[in-house]
């Protein structure tokens, strides 16, 4: 590890934070020391009392709602102790660290200083680092914390800025001579999709509040109101929120986050007319990621009752505090009643990395959210004529698979997780959950940057589910939150999902990997929706 001992040297003693140790980007080289005066960031997550109850109860009990906290009963039983953020505050100050803003509810801590305050601080070596495609701040080893707030600062986000996620949409390309094989394939309105999945209708949405978190890029307001003019469906309202300095702001490029911005939007919006968006912007970094999913959770202006993401990256590409940190998060929204909706990824069961064997995506691995997975779709009207797994090659495949770092949950027991294609690994947590339209050859016509075109990828799945959820909070008259378990308790005869049976994620350069079979797979999880159906049957439950 690229530590020198002199850091460690200190009348006080100081810790490792497990799960903090990064190593450099592949093919990135360090370059230079970082300037010592350079202002730099962080967020750190300080402990709290856990929601594990409630998850719990809603484990056993699936099929029975839970009363969910309102944002002032999360605060008052769960937010972090005062006396820890005073001594983090101490802390702060000892090392010339400023305390830029403190959310109690999500127990994190938002520090600023120069970057020798930073390596002095929690004993590292920042240094730029040269990547073929951009230039970070980076860091190698684990991050160390004093002795005394060992069991009350969990983890410490930040100090790295390198790119940490990547959006999972695909664009159509326009080919000049198809595959004399190739089965015709048409494209689709957000609208038409969500017709041929059955959506309720004509449900006013105004009251709910979708959030949409990106890490990237804008969009144009004029450019969203001639969208959904031109689809003849009320207008989504729109609000952007701020987060560590980052805004709306589009670059132009379609090709880049742009077009992530608008598909979001304009799936959301139109298969769920007339709702609240709230796009949370955000730089595109661990610490920027952890600060919009905690900013959207405890949200007491917007409220969002689910959050629909479509950024992420393989597990093995995190540290284990960072997804343990969001992680958490994703259980503070189960508290509040609010349902995460995340893509799971585009790039078949490798998820894109190259070591050989199969990869899957956070954060739509993590337990508390609704993983999403892609199919590809042929129908009209309202009857689909045949839906498969989406794999057109390893660059332009739903992700899924097995969990390497999250264990099987208990109400995933019964879906029959086969064991994963890795031999190397253990069984666990089973992914996607659900499934959606995600081939570009079927995918959602759009508009962008003031282009026309026609995008795919599971990001589109990830707000079509936001969009359907929340027009089934607004029929059932509240929100239903954590849904997994509910989801995978349902019996079959309420025909709730449209089961997937053929295809698979397999790329060529793995191990024969997930194929799509009756019932839950690890390609199209429980299948796409059937939106009356499920809210049909979780009407017949009973309410909280």
Not at 246 to 274: H, K, R, W, Y
Request: aromatic content about 6%.
């Amino acid at each position: 590890m690229e530590q020198d001992n002199h850091l460690l040297n200190s009348q006080e003693p100081y810790v490792k934070i497990p799960g903090s140790e990064r190593k450099p980007l592949p093919y990135a080289v360090k370059s230079t020391p970082i300037h010592p005066d350079e202002e730099i960031s962080a967020t750190l997550l300080i402990r709290r009392p856990p929601v594990t109850s409630f998850l719990e109860k809603k484990s056993t009990s699936p099929l029975t709602p839970i009363q969910h906290l309102s944002h002032e009963q999360f605060m008052a039983t769960h937010g972090a102790d005062q006396e820890d953020l005073n001594k983090v505050e101490k802390f702060a100050a000892n090392n010339g660290l400023t305390i830029k803003e403190v959310n109690a509810a999500a127990g994190t801590v938002l520090i600023a200083g120069p970057a020798s305050a930073f390596n002095k601080a929690f004993k590292v070596q920042l240094a730029i680092y040269e990547h073929q495609n951009f230039t970070y701040r980076g860091r190698t080893g684990p991050v160390h914390i004093p002795q005394d707030l060992s069991d009350i600062v969990e983890a410490v986000i930040g100090l790295d800025n390198r790119p940490q996620l990547r959006p999972h949409f695909r664009i159509l390309e326009e080919k000049s001579e198809p595959h004399r094989n190739q089965v015709a394939t048409k494209s689709f309105t957000p609208d038409q999709i969500a017709s041929l999945y059955h959506f309720p209708q004509n449900i006013d949405v105004s009251n709910q509040c979708i959030a949409i978190i990106e890490l990237g890029g804008g969009y144009h307001p004029d450019e969203m109101k001639q969208y959904f003019s031109s689809l003849g469906v009320a207008q989504a309202v729109l609000t952007d929120v701020t987060v560590s300095e980052a805004a709306n702001q589009p670059t132009g490029d379609p090709n880049g986050p742009d077009g992530e911005v608008a598909l979001d939007i304009e799936v959301a919006g139109a298969v769920a007319p007339g709702v609240k968006i709230a796009v949370y912007f955000a730089p595109n970094t661990d610490a920027g990621f952890l600060n919009a999913i905690t900013t959207a959770i405890h949200d007491t202006v917007n409220k969002p009752s689910v959050i629909s993401i479509s950024w992420g990256a393989p597990e093995n590409q995190w540290t284990s505090q960072a997804m343990q940190a969001m992680d958490r998060a994703f259980q503070d929204a189960a508290a509040l009643g609010v349902t995460i909706c995340c893509a799971a990824g585009d790039r078949g069961s490798s998820d894109g990395v190259t070591d050989g064997t199969v990869h899957v995506d956070f954060p739509a691995s993590s337990p508390h959210v609704l993983g999403c997975g892609g199919t590809k779709l042929f129908g009209s009207g309202q009857t689909i004529t045949r839906e498969v797994v989406w794999n057109e090659g390893p660059d332009s495949s739903t992700g899924g698979g097995v969990s390497d770092v999250f264990t099987l949950p208990s109400w995933q027991t019964a879906a029959h997780v086969p064991p994963s294609a890795d031999p190397q690994t253990n069984n666990g947590r089973g992914v996607p959950d659900v499934a959606g339209d995600a081939d570009p050859a079927t995918g959602y016509q759009v508009l962008v940057d003031g282009q026309q075109a026609v995008f795919g990828g599971t990001s589109a799945v990830a707000p079509l589910w936001a969009g359907l959820i929340a027009l089934i909070n607004q029929q059932l008259g509240h929100p239903v939150g954590f849904l997994n378990p509910t989801l995978y308790n349902l019996p079959a005869s309420s025909k709730a999902f449209h089961d997937i049976k053929t295809g698979n994620n397999i790329s060529s350069n793995e191990r024969d990997a997930y194929k799509a079979k009756k019932g839950w797979d690890p390609v199209s999880g429980l299948g796409s929706p059937n939106g009356i159906n499920l809210l049909n049957a979780l009407m017949g439950l009973q309410s909280p």
